[in-house]
């Protein structure tokens, strides 16, 4: 019986030897097979090598055991974390990285942010031995819940998609979530240009949740005052005096109260680019058209040509600045400096006018009274428009005290004597308006004299008013 089990042995041994030795011959037989149907599909696909790869992708592999660690399948992710209950709290922290620009014609500001979350749910707890957390991307974040945080006021906002959506969301063992993103956000600040350029701005940043009110979410600065950090921002216009968080409430009355978180920045304009660009060119006219005063008032051409230059110079001023402003319904500060320097330089150029008035007037009296009888009036009004003192008698002013004899002359040829003086007083006469507008119109020349330094000095007065009420 052993001997026939040792036979049946031997044979089956003597039977499998053949194959043995062929697969030991040709051991990459099938390997070749596919590198010929990858050359084979390199023809069919232009160039392209399809290798025939057994083991499974590893990343595929790693977000299925991801998702099974997390038990996302296993949860309704729609609703919040412990629905039903009490509110969930929901921290946040800012870090401001830069404020793009400040229109003051919109009113509005553009601000580049990273919006950080923090919140707890225990949906997404996971085992770990060392405690560590794991880190994803937006990827992940359309399959669980995050805090629907929105910007109250926002006209535009996008978060950042390059290279890929600038989103991180990061899971403690615990149930702890660190949701980042950051944002890029165009707001709405209500500005008040009545001080402009002298002006300071508050302007602030409000985030809300839309869907949640207070009774399901509670929005509140996870470290206080320190919630708020900042780059060094540098503007142009504006220097920053103070960046500072805060949180109110706000009711709708559809739905109800709603935790508000406000970032709060002062912002004060720098005066200096105004000054260059409105200020001192706005001073030089008005004292080029003080110029005038000093020309001779014969002399029409220039002193006409040099009140219309200043007069248009002031208005592409005002111009200019009112185009770069809001059309807005009251008065701002440029606007007073630029309509009383416009003033100014309006009032010098109606000087000269009744300088020249009155000069003609006088001389056309002088005219016909026949001290002008071999001037040719004509020909003198249509060189320069007015009458030439060197080829007429013009009487020199009288004197004040040659003025008090003729007055007390014709005093004592009336009829009828003044009152005795009371004793211990003495009698001034008092001049009328229509005297001194007579001696004005009869001497223009003086208007011309007062005029250099009655406008300097309003002018000195208005500023020093000006600037010690707004700065």
């Known amino acids: 019986m052993r001997l026939i089990l040792l036979s049946l042995r031997l044979l089956c041994l003597a039977c499998l030897w053949p194959v043995t030795l062929l697969n030991n011959r040709y051991p990459s037989r099938k390997k070749n097979k596919d590198v010929y149907l990858g050359e084979h599909a390199k023809h069919k696909y232009g160039g392209r090598i399809d290798y025939k790869v057994k083991k499974q992708d590893s990343t595929k592999s790693l977000l299925i055991k991801t998702e099974q660690l997390l038990r996302i399948e296993e949860h309704d ?19 401001v990285e830069s404020l793009d620009s400040i229109s003051e014609v919109n009113m509005d500001f553009t601000m580049t942010l990273y919006l950080r979350h923090y919140w707890k749910d225990e949906r997404l707890a996971f085992p770990s031995g060392n405690n560590l957390s794991r880190t994803f991307d937006a990827r992940l974040v359309k399959k669980i819940w995050v805090p629907d945080v929105f910007f109250v006021h926002s006209k535009r906002s996008f978060i950042h998609d390059t290279t890929m959506e600038n ?41 809300e949740s839309y869907a949640y009110n207070e009774n399901d979410l509670m929005l509140y600065w996870k470290n206080g005052n320190d919630s708020l950090r900042t780059d060094e921002i540098v503007l142009s216009q504006f220097f920053i005096e103070e960046f500072n968080p805060s949180s109110g409430l706000a009711f709708y009355s559809s739905t109800g109260w709603y935790n ?13 680019f105004f000054m260059l660009q409105t200020y001192f060119p706005t001073m030089l006219m008005v004292v080029l058209s003080w110029v005038s005063f000093w020309i001779d008032r014969r002399a029409v051409p220039a002193r ?11 208005s592409t001023i005002i111009t200019g600045v009112s185009a770069s402003m809001p059309q807005v319904s009251y008065v701002k500060a440029v606007d007073i400096y630029l309509w009383a320097s416009f003033l100014f330089v309006f009032l010098s150029v109606i000087e000269y006018a009744a300088v020249n008035y009155f000069t003609t007037v006088e001389e056309m009296k002088k005219l016909k009274k026949g001290k002008l009888s071999e001037f040719d009036a004509s020909q003198a009004m249509a060189f320069d428009g007015c009458f030439h003192d060197a080829d007429m008698e013009l009487s020199p002013f009288p004197p004040l005290a040659e003025l008090s004899m003729d007055q007390q002359v014709s005093s004592q040829s009336s009829t009828v004597p003044d009152p005795p003086p009371v004793l211990g007083t003495r009698l001034r006469r008092t001049r009328p ?30 500023n020093i008013i000006y600037w010690s009420i707004y700065t």
């Open 77 to 95: 992710f729609a609703m919040r974390p412990g629905f039903g209950g009490s509110a969930i709290p929901v921290g946040i922290d800012v870090q």
């Open 167 to 207: 989103i991180m969301l990061r899971v403690y063992p615990d149930g702890n979530i660190l949701y980042s993103v950051r944002i890029t956000v165009t707001a709405l600040c209500t500005m008040d240009f009545s001080s402009f350029p002298l002006d300071t701005q508050n302007c602030s940043l409000e985030l």
């Open 260 to 272: 508000r978180l406000y970032i709060n920045f002062i912002l004060r304009r720098h005066i200096f």
């Open 304 to 314: 006409v040509s040099l009140g219309i230059t200043t007069v248009l110079t002031m």
């Open 433 to 462: 308006l229509h005297y001194h507008l007579q001696l004005v119109m009869s001497n223009s020349y003086v208007i011309d004299s007062y005029s250099r330094f009655l406008f300097p000095l309003a002018y000195v007065l208005f």
